[in-house]
Every structure is written in structure tokens, then in C-alpha cells.
């Protein structure tokens, strides 16, 4: 069973950029889908971004889109989140998942089989 760990997250001034890493152990990422995710306080957890496994193609929310970026590792156990321009907006635990979800579907937080626990990220001057 694949388990999956986020690393990266603190906080950040506004402007400022930061790089997420999933990682998984029991298992290679290159065989899932894998989405990005977040939380702020009282609300939904929202996808942010996804990657396929089939095709690498690659999809963002609206409020993500020319600002994140999100590659796999040369390291088949690693998915990362490169997220540039942050603004507090962004502030929220960001979780990595990771399933056969495709790409219709990937923003449905409940299509993915496996999680992370989180990472915080906060963006505030």
C-alpha cells in the first residue's frame, strides 16, 4: 500500500514562492494519478492541480493556473508543486493523493485512494 508524505510547506511573504514535495514509500508514484489539494480553516478541500499517469498531462484550478506548477520527480516516488506568486489566498494544508482518477473526475478529492497527511502553508507578511 502506497503511503505518501508532504514536505515543503511554511511560511511565506506574499510574492514569495515555495516547492511542495510528495513522496511515497510502499510504492512509485508513476503508476497513479496524482493531484494536489488544499484546505484552508471552514472550508472544502479543493484540487488544485493534477498530473496523469498515462499521458503527463497536466491540469490547475483557475486560481493556480500561470502561478503553480506541477512536475514528477526523476525519482519515480516523488511529485512536486512548484507554487510561485503566492498570496495569502493560498494559505491552507496542501495534501498530496494519489489513485486512477483520470482526468474528468480529478478534482473530486473522494476519487483518490491514498493521502497525506499535509503540510502547512502560510502566506502572510
Known amino acids: 500500500q502506497v503511503q505518501l508524505v508532504e514536505s515543503g510547506g511554511g511560511l511565506v511573504q506574499p510574492g514569495g514562492s515555495l516547492r511542495l514535495s510528495c513522496a511515497a514509500s510502499g510504492g512509485t508514484l508513476d503508476h497513479y494519478d496524482i493531484g494536489w489539494f488544499r484546505q484552508a480553516p471552514g472550508a472544502e478541500r479543493e484540487g488544485v492541480s493534477y498530473?496523469?499517469?498515462?499521458?503527463?498531462?497536466?491540469y490547475y484550478a483557475d486560481s493556480a493556473k500561470g502561478r503553480f506548477t506541477i512536475s514528477r520527480g526523476n525519482a519515480k516516488n516523488m511529485v512536486y508543486l512548484q507554487m510561485n506568486t503566492l498570496k495569502p489566498e493560498d494559505t491552507a494544508v496542501y495534501f498530496c493523493a494519489a489513485g486512477y482518477v483520470g482526468t474528468y473526475y480529478w478534482k473530486t478529492a473522494s476519487n483518490y485512494d491514498y493521502w497525506g497527511q499535509g503540510t502547512q502553508v502560510t502566506v502572510s507578511s
Open positions: 498530473i496523469s499517469r498515462s499521458d503527463g498531462k497536466t
